[in-house]
């Protein structure tokens, strides 16, 4: 029997992030190049689906074997589960499917993947909204639902766990290339697409069938995010984004103020290659991108705006990237909140006098983000927050959040300062 090519493409890319802790874009676009179109969509949809269920497709498994299989059988099961559960697949049709995968596959694994599979319709999920029943049912990590619970209540945390975003990519015109007229007769042109205040969510074909010099994938919250910086802000000025890769920020911060000059760091260098090689598709030429950890950047340079956009859990993309959390827990948001504090504290010392500082990231979380930014202003009464509006998201005091549920972007934080 001839395997499925859409069953077959998705089993190799999800082995691969799911095991081997590969990033879900660059392996499905890989995978996308290597099979026909008119299996695509479904590749497309098989993968990020069960990335998407991995919670909840983890508690079905658990519930069914008494032993936990095999990574391999596991991901087999997994996908298996998601086509009868999630695909409108029929029990039998996803089961058999499986199976012959399994025989050539996974050798000596398919009566057990049979067994489980067509059992799964027995599992119950867990009702009621503590933390564990929500985790299953909306399939995101334990450790995270109860410090969402904890942080905004049983009702925001439902509304947040079940908000829905575009399943397209969203990107942007590059304003030195092309006009707006001229972009959106091209984009409009080519097919299936969502406009939006800034830009386009649109398909894998559209990406395809573009100029790459006149267009970027960049998310609305981070579009959001850079205009929030540099609001206020114009002429010849030093802008330091100590945190830059993989330079989207930098490189449409540089677009809206083309008479400033930005130090993009990153603590990596194949990471500020990313950000040269991002720069110089966009014809960005006032960043510099160095080496350098944002903690001890190498020259005593004073800058009118220095930005934080620091690492972090990435909660707030669960939306768009459904992986970001796997094999994250509860211990790394401690980590990291560390690293976050020494950050903002090492980048603050190089703001001028009027200048403004900003942090921000892409988590939800208050250890994250409140936790850092006030515990910050406590202990430096020469940064006062800035709390002119930008229009955006939720502002209070200086700091902005947007919501996946409320703002139609993904989760971020952002809290702006101005040395006195």
């Known amino acids: 029997m001839k395997l499925p090519e859409a069953e077959n493409a998705a089993y190799d890319t999800l082995r691969r992030i799911l095991t081997e802790g590969a990033y879900s874009s660059v392996e499905l676009d890989r995978t996308l190049d290597h099979v026909t179109e008119s299996s695509r969509a479904k590749v497309t949809a098989l993968v990020y689906g069960v990335l998407d269920k991995n919670v909840t497709l983890d508690y079905i498994l658990s519930a069914l074997a008494q032993k936990r299989p095999k990574n391999a059988v596991a991901v087999l099961i997994k996908l298996g589960l998601y086509e009868m559960l999630y695909g409108n ?124 010099s006149v267009y970027t994938a960049q998310s609305l919250s981070s579009i959001y995010a850079a205009e929030a910086y540099i609001k206020g802000l114009k002429g010849n000025i030093d802008i330091l984004d100590a945190c830059a890769a993989p330079g989207g920020k930098s490189v449409y911060m540089s677009e809206l103020l083309p008479d400033a000059h930005i ?65 994250k827990k509860d211990g790394d948001v401690t980590a990291l909140s560390a690293l976050q504090r020494e950050i903002l504290e090492a980048v603050s010392s190089r703001v001028k006098r009027g200048g403004r500082l900003v942090y921000s990231t892409c988590s939800l979380l208050t250890e994250e983000n409140e936790s850092i930014t006030d515990a910050f202003a406590l202990a430096h009464p020469e940064f006062s927050p800035i709390t002119e509006k930008t229009g955006r998201g939720s502002e209070n005091d200086g700091k902005i959040r947007f919501s996946p549920d409320t703002d139609g972007c993904d989760g971020f934080y952002i809290a702006r300062f101005m040395r006195n």
Not at 92 to 105: G, I, S
């Open 89 to 212: 697949t029929p029990v039998h049709a996803a089961a058999d499917k499986c199976v012959e995968l399994a025989k050539a596959r996974v050798r000596g694994a398919d009566k057990f993947v049979n067994a489980v599979l067509r059992a799964a319709p027995s599992v119950s999920l867990p009702s009621g909204n503590d933390a564990t029943a929500l985790s299953v049912r909306y399939s995101r990590p334990e450790w995270l639902v109860k410090r969402m619970l904890a942080d905004f209540g049983e009702v925001k945390t439902i509304s947040i766990l079940g908000a829905k975003l575009p399943e397209k990519t969203h990107i942007r015109r590059n304003s030195r290339k092309i006009s707006e007229t001229e972009f959106a007769s091209i984009v409009e042109r080519l097919g299936e697409f969502e406009r939006t205040e800034r830009g386009y969510y649109v398909t894998r074909g559209t990406l395809k069938a573009l100029d790459p």
């Open 263 to 327: 130090t993009a760091c990153d603590v990596h260098e194949h990471r500020v290659r990313l950000i040269k090689a991002y720069a110089a598709r966009m014809g960005a030429s006032g960043i510099s991108a160095i080496v350098a950890d944002a903690r001890s950047i190498p020259d005593d340079k004073k800058y009118d705006l220095a930005v934080c956009d620091v690492p972090c859990t990435g909660s707030g993309l669960l939306c768009t990237s459904p992986d970001i959390l796997i094999g």
